[in-house]
């Protein structure tokens, strides 16, 4: 079946740094991608839907300048988490869709800010 | 769930006939969205419906939103035996805890 790689599993970088993450679909065209954000004992949030080629749509309450993505391609969607700090902590997940509404996840990406 | 419930627990139908499944959340949303779980596998993302919207179709799938009931429907159409699974509901608060729908065939 199709898969979702994402890019890295795990990422520990400085208050004040930047970190990208990377959502690749491997072996199917990724229209649409979905970034969310997993905080402790919650439920998934979804920050923002990207579609390949033009501009992500951010969810209410989701800092556009903090939270870059980029969807160039069709295979590939990141999210740059910028001036990163500790309260930007958390698990992001991706999510990549065909035509159509299918979707599937990421293995996720703990990123820790100290 | 303190934060919302799903209904039925579990369905079991024909094959060609339609399921619904429905959602009830407490509080307010961004919104919801609809995941299908097959056995021993990952999420697979099925559908979202922004708190603004109403009604939503997809293939043999039809979502609604009922902002003031705050709850949600999943039908699928013309069920198939592939479409045996655990369906869940999420919003930014809770994730269900799923419908089990058993296609006989």
């Known amino acids: 079946g199709a898969v979702v790689s994402q890019h890295p599993s795990w990422v520990i970088c400085k208050s004040g740094t930047s970190v990208k993450i990377e959502c690749r679909s491997l072996?199917?065209?990724?229209?649409?991608m979905f970034w969310y954000r997993q905080f402790p004992k919650q439920s998934l949030m979804l920050m923002a839907t990207?579609?390949?080629?033009?501009?992500?749509?951010?969810e209410q309450g989701v800092e556009k300048d903090k939270f870059l993505i980029n969807h160039a391609s069709l295979t590939l969607s990141t999210l740059t988490v910028t001036s990163a700090h500790p309260e930007d902590s958390s698990f992001y997940i991706c999510?990549?869709?065909?035509?159509?509404?299918?979707?599937?996840f990421g293995q996720g990406t703990r990123l820790t800010v100290v | 769930s303190q934060q919302g419930e799903e209904d039925p627990q579990a369905l079991s139908i024909q094959e060609g006939e339609n399921a619904t499944m429905n959602c009830s959340y407490k509080?307010?949303?961004?919104?919801l969205q609809w995941y299908r779980q097959n056995s021993g596998r990952g999420l697979v993302h099925l559908i979202l419906?922004?708190?603004?919207?109403r009604e939503k179709h997809s293939g043999r799938l039809r979502v609604t939103l009922d902002t003031s009931k705050k709850s949600s429907s999943l039908l699928i159409t013309a069920s198939r035996a592939a479409d045996t699974a655990s369906y869940f509901c999420?919003?930014?608060?809770?994730f269900g805890t799923g419908t089990r729908l058993t296609v006989i065939p």
């Open positions: 999510s990549a869709s065909r035509q159509g509404v299918v979707a599937f």
């Open positions: 072996d199917f065209q990724a229209t649409t």
């Open positions: 990207s579609n390949e080629g033009s501009k992500a749509t951010y």
């Open positions: 509080t307010s949303i961004n919104n």
């Open positions: 419906i922004r708190s603004n919207e």
């Open positions: 999420a919003t930014d608060y809770f």
